[in-house]
Every structure is written in structure tokens, then in C-alpha cells.
């Protein structure tokens, strides 16, 4: 008996411990970000410029740029918790060579930049980006993982020619539960609730979901979940096979040229 209850003392402590971590380390491990590379170094992404827009706080924030060929939407892109614009450039290099216009923020925190990151920082910078580069013509409005979230809370706050989101989750605790079954991670996260199915309602534009069936960071399940919360007209296509970081391997690229392509003819 005594060893049994040692054991379940041992095995308490360690959850506990487990909890306390997650709550002190939230930040940290929701945006992971990294000093390099630069995000004020624009690379591979043909008529590129970094740009910088004062953010409410005063927090400079970085974000490349690329003017349209005549007849094509902006895009303005949210990457994923790389959080600097060099991780995703190949991304955009595609959307530049088919002739979008991007505008892509560069996240506070990463690619030497300043400040430090939050969701309520990344959504007041985002809609800073977003009033100061469109003041007039709406963009597509585009994110991927913890950028589609972010992508979302724009969009429901502001006027969008449509919103595509790739790999997304419906609500941050949800998946990080997915990870962590034995924590209570939707008590831990009181300031980081990113809950996109809730705000995707307030959104009135067409939507694009891509999603991998294999993806082991953010489940189908997920997606579909958010998916099933927005409002019409909506569209979401599923890759088999298809995982986190890898669904342009399975056509997702071409497929969102082609929504993208389908908007700029009005169709």
C-alpha cells in the first residue's frame, strides 16, 4: 500500500508539474519564434519590398510586399508559428509568379523583430497591415495554421474578396488537448484562445479549407469542425495522404491558384 500511494504521489506531482510548466511556457510554445533569418532581408520572391507599418504599441512591424499584375487580387498571407517571412517565401514566390499581389506580415518576435507576441498583439498589428495597405480594394484574405486563425479574426473585423485557410484549427486549446489528453490546456490559455470557429460567423466572404486527412499537428477533424461553423459560400478540399506542412506535394497549390484565378474572373 505504501508503495502504491508514493507512486500516485510521484505520478500527481509530475502532472503537476507538467501543468505549471504549460501555463508559464504558454508563449513559448505557441509562438516558437526564431531572431533568424531576417525578415527585413527580402529573398526569393520576385518584386518583393519589406515595408514597415507602425503598430498600435509603436512595434514596428515588417511585412513584404508585391504589387499585382493588372486583373489579379492582393493576397495578404499569415504564415504558420515559424513566424518569419523567409520560412514561407517559396510559398509566395508561387502567388508572385502568377501574378497576385502579396502582402505578407512578418510575425513581432521573429525575424529579428521587435516586440513580443500575443494574440492580441498579432491581431491589432494584422488589422494595422491591413488599414494601412488596403484602403481602398478588400484583399484575399489568406493563413495557414496559426496564421488561418489570425486570418479569420481579420476577416471578421474587416472586408475580405475571399478567405482561403490552409491546415486550420477551429479552437487553439482544442488541438493543443489533442497533444497534451491528460492537461487541462483550455484552463491554461485564460489570453491565448484563438477560437476561430466562433468568429468565422462574422465573416461574409467566399472560403477556401485545405486539409490533409494524415495531418498529425491539427486532426481533419479539426478543420472540418470549423468548416462546419462558417457561413456559405464555402468549399473545402481534403488531400489524402496530405499532412501538416506538405499538401502542395498533393495539389494544394495549384488548387488555390485556380479558386484565386476563379475570383478574379468573377466566377
Same mark, same amino acid.
Given at each position: ?28 510554445l ?5 531572431d ?20 498600435p504599441d ?22 504558420g508559428? #515559424?513566424?518569419? %517571412?523567409?520560412?514561407?517565401?517559396p +510559398? =509566395?514566390? /508561387?502567388? @508572385? ?5 502579396i *502582402? ?7 525575424g ?10 498579432l ?8 488599414d ?27 472586408e475580405?474578396? #475571399?478567405?482561403? %485557410?490552409?491546415?486550420?484549427f477551429? +479552437? =487553439?486549446? /482544442?488541438? @493543443?488537448?489533442?497533444h497534451?489528453?491528460? *492537461? ?13 470557429f ?7 466572404a467566399?472560403?477556401?479549407?485545405l486539409?490533409?486527412?494524415?495531418d ?45 484565378e ?6
Amino acid at each position: 500500500m505504501r508503495t502504491l500511494i508514493w507512486t500516485a504521489t510521484i505520478v500527481f506531482l509530475c502532472w503537476g508539474a507538467a501543468v505549471v510548466a504549460l501555463f508559464l511556457f504558454r508563449h513559448s510554445l505557441i509562438y516558437p519564434f526564431r531572431d533568424w533569418p531576417r525578415a527585413d532581408q527580402v529573398a526569393g520572391v520576385p518584386g518583393a519590398v519589406a515595408e514597415t507599418v507602425a503598430a498600435p504599441d509603436g512595434v514596428p512591424i515588417i511585412a513584404w510586399v508585391v504589387s499585382p499584375r493588372q486583373g489579379r487580387p492582393t493576397i495578404l498571407y499569415f504564415g504558420g508559428n #515559424a513566424g518569419s %517571412l523567409p520560412s514561407v517565401a517559396p +510559398r =509566395l514566390e /508561387e502567388f @508572385a509568379l502568377h501574378g497576385f499581389g502579396i *502582402v505578407a506580415m512578418n510575425y513581432r518576435g521573429s525575424g529579428g523583430a521587435a516586440g513580443k507576441p500575443s494574440q492580441k498583439a498579432l491581431i491589432s498589428d494584422a488589422l494595422a497591415v491591413y488599414d494601412a495597405q488596403f484602403p481602398d480594394m478588400p484583399p484575399v484574405i489568406y493563413g495557414t495554421s496559426l496564421g488561418a486563425a489570425l486570418a479569420v479574426q481579420v476577416a471578421a473585423e474587416r472586408e475580405a474578396a #475571399a478567405l482561403v %485557410l490552409e491546415t486550420p484549427f477551429a +479552437r =487553439l486549446c /482544442e488541438t @493543443a488537448q489533442y497533444h497534451y489528453p491528460i *492537461v487541462p490546456v483550455c484552463l491554461l490559455l485564460p489570453d491565448e484562445r484563438w477560437e476561430s470557429f466562433r468568429a468565422i460567423g462574422a465573416v461574409d466572404a467566399p472560403l477556401l479549407i485545405l486539409h490533409g486527412d494524415a495531418d498529425r499537428v491539427i486532426p481533419l477533424a479539426h478543420g472540418r469542425k470549423l468548416f462546419d461553423a462558417a457561413p456559405e459560400p464555402k468549399q473545402m478540399i481534403v488531400y489524402p495522404g496530405g499532412d501538416h506542412n506538405d499538401l502542395r506535394l498533393y495539389g494544394a497549390g495549384a488548387d488555390t491558384i485556380r479558386f484565386l484565378e476563379g475570383l478574379a474572373k468573377g466566377e
